[in-house]
């Protein structure tokens, strides 16, 4: 799908919903990074900008990408408001064309799923590429359908954190996969329900 087509469809799924004042960080993210030394991160999909504003209030340096320009927008101004301006850039950018330029502790893609066409594993190779040594690519995907997805097809296969592993397809002399597994938690949907919910789990460190 060409790029204007991704960009309309998903400000048109950032329009229809009210801008969040305090949006909140996802669960994996906090579980994994709480001990790590704040650093430099890259926030990719940054959505509502729940991880980088958190991220940022810890002390971290947060680029924030996303191919939707309300969502940039919104964290923006939200960033502003809330005195983390010097600790958030929230930058426009289409992953399928242009990879963010920087050197990174720390690289999130949570949930950077789509039902439109994107290559993941490319995206998700430079990503690793772009870390420090000793820097953690952090990939978390849904590994189950919550009551209140946008998708509920029941033949709907969502691959392993290992078969994510594969397809980046990185050198185990400078990359070692840290974690890869499933865990469960109960999840809040936007109308305020609850469900159990499997995220697939990935952490790929560089080595060097």
């Known amino acids: 799908m060409p790029t204007t087509d991704a960009a309309t469809f998903w400000n048109g799924v950032y329009s229809s919903r009210p801008a969040a004042t305090t949006p909140n960080p996802n669960a994996r993210l906090t579980e994994v990074v709480t001990n790590l030394p704040a650093g430099e991160a890259l926030d990719l999909g940054c959505g509502t900008g729940g991880d980088a504003l958190w991220l940022a209030g810890r002390g971290w340096r947060v680029t924030a990408a996303d191919i939707s320009t309300v969502a940039v927008e919104r964290l923006t101004t939200l960033a502003a408001t809330l005195g983390l301006a010097d600790r958030v850039t929230a930058v426009q950018c289409d992953l399928s064309s242009l990879f963010p330029h920087g050197q990174f502790d720390l690289v999130s893609a949570h949930y950077l799923q789509t039902p439109l066409g994107l290559d993941r594993a490319t995206i998700l190779r430079a990503a690793a590429h772009a870390l420090r040594p000793q820097g953690r690519l952090l990939v978390v995907d849904h590994g189950s359908i919550a009551p209140w997805s946008w ?18 397809d990185l050198d185990p002399a400078t990359w070692t996969v840290d974690r890869a597994d499933a865990p469960r938690r109960i999840a809040t949907g936007p109308d305020g329900s609850t469900a159990e919910v499997t995220d697939h789990v990935l952490i790929i460190r560089r080595m060097s």
């Open 151 to 168: 998708n509920q097809d029941p033949e709907l296969r969502f691959p392993s954190p290992r078969e994510v592993a594969a397809d980046i």
